[in-house]
């Protein structure tokens, strides 16, 4: 079993930053990809972007303003948020599986229990 636990969210004004962290903890040593969702509520959950041993990439409505990175030490992933928008609040998502990257949630085994960013106009 892999756990995922998500900080680093809070309360920012429009063109602020965050950067939200991912710590992945149990049988990380098969873990291939690690990803970040959002949702709002009455929607359903969005990729943002994955970080994985063969690529990294983000959605294309925020890869101009949020990366991901990993150190692999601390078997973490980071989103870095900047330049945030009213339309980014949310709650975000860590997501984790064994084997390949994909942006389709359905897809992830592992998942943690988010964090709320909320931008502010």
């Known amino acids: 079993q892999v756990q995922l636990v998500e900080s680093g969210g809070g309360l920012v004004q429009a063109g602020g930053s965050l950067r939200l962290s991912c710590v992945a903890s149990g049988r990380t040593f098969n873990l291939h990809a690690m990803a970040w969702f959002r949702q709002v509520p009455g929607k359903e959950r969005e990729f943002v972007g994955v970080?994985?041993?063969?690529?990294?990439y983000s959605a294309d409505s925020v890869k101009d303003r949020f990366t991901i990175t990993r150190d692999g030490a601390k078997d973490t992933v980071y989103l870095q948020m900047n330049s945030l928008k009213p339309e980014d609040t949310a709650v975000y998502y860590c997501a984790a599986r064994s084997y390949g990257s994909t942006g389709r949630a359905g897809e992830y085994d592992y998942w943690g229990t988010g964090t709320q960013v909320t931008v502010s106009a």
């Open positions: 970080w994985s041993h063969s690529n990294t």
